[in-house]
Every structure is written in C-alpha cells, then in structure tokens.
C-alpha cells in the first residue's frame, strides 16, 4: 500500500472514531507492520501541526484520537453556548423519543432505527440533562447505554415514562427508507 493511502486511511479512521485507536485496529485495515504504522502517524501528526490546522493526533490511552488543538478550545466553545436554551430540533425530539420508549437502548440501535448517524445529538442531550449514560453494554466494543432522566420527565410535564403516550412498536423498529423520486 502506498504510504499516502495509507496515511489518508489512518486519517479517516482516527476521524470516524470517537474512542482511541490501537495500532492493531489500524493493522487491520491498513496492510503495513506496525512500525511502518506508527512512522505514518508521527509524519502526518507532524503536518497537522506545522500547518497550523484545527485537528491534530493525541496519543491517549495506548492509542490515538484525533482532538482539535487547545487554542481553538475558546471559539469552538460559542458553538455550544446556547445548546442547552431554546427548542429541540426535530432530530433531538426523533432521538429523544427513541431512548424514551426503547430505554436502556445504545448509539447503534438509535442510529439503526434513524438511519443517520446521532452522536452529536445525544452529545446535545446529554449536555441539556434530558438523557444519561447509565453504564456500557456487555457487548464488543462496551458501547454507552443511554436512558432517560428526572429532567426528561420534567421537561415533558410527565410523572413517570408509563405516561408517555402509546406507540405503535414498528415506529421505533424499521430504519427509515429514503422515498425514491416518483414513488
């Protein structure tokens, strides 16, 4: 494999993932001995800083993530400011009520059911306090198990999830199908 695949490869893999990567895991897509590996991300963690851009590798946890460098920490926070005020969006309410009437249920149910990727979502709900981690399913990979929260049922006016209006259980089973033009 050409180093510059490889190095684009290595790129994609540490954007796509949320938790750090062993170099194991990037053996597995990547084709070259670990050190070769290794070389690959110290020369592309060294362009991502000399060219002063918003991403760079960490190596954390006997792995790497890609992170954004420290000082962009201040402008990146506007972004976030007022995601806690205002309205949910029909994304947020969609993911809301899928963890609401599938609870505990993780990303990759939520995700099945959305057909779209959600992490940003829960990250916006988990900042409003209206779902929670509530521990790791005992699966590949540990992923998080989301649940509702006291805050949830305050902010819908509920008592208690038993009042959660009823649901027909194929709403929250089929992925969404996209309509093809003319159908």
Do not use: W
């Not at 893999?13 to 590996?37: T, Y």
């Not at 060294?46 to 000082?71: F, K, N, W």
């Not at 006016?157 to 649901?167: I, Y």
């Amino acid at each position: 494999m050409e180093p510059t695949k490889a190095k684009a490869l290595i790129e994609a893999v540490l954007f796509l993932h949320e938790e750090p990567v062993k170099l194991h895991q990037l053996n597995k897509v990547i084709p070259l001995p670990r050190e070769q590996i290794n070389s690959l991300i110290q020369e592309l963690k060294a362009e991502l800083d000399c060219s002063q851009r918003g991403l760079r590798i960490l190596e954390v946890a006997g792995g790497y993530q890609m992170g954004t460098h420290p000082e962009l920490a201040p402008d990146l926070e506007k972004l976030f400011e007022d995601d806690t005020t205002g309205n949910l969006s029909a994304a947020s309410m969609e993911t809301l009520a899928i963890i609401a009437y599938r609870q505990p249920v993780i990303r990759m149910e939520i995700e099945s059911i959305r057909g779209v990727k959600c992490e940003h979502v829960l990250d916006s709900l988990l900042r409003r306090k209206l779902i929670r981690v509530s521990g790791r399913k005992q699966a590949p990979g540990r992923p998080l198990i989301y649940n509702t929260t006291p805050e949830f049922l305050k902010y819908f006016g509920l008592d208690d999830l038993s009042e959660l209006p009823a649901l027909n259980e194929k709403d929250l089973s089929a992925p969404k199908v996209q309509a093809k033009p003319g159908s």
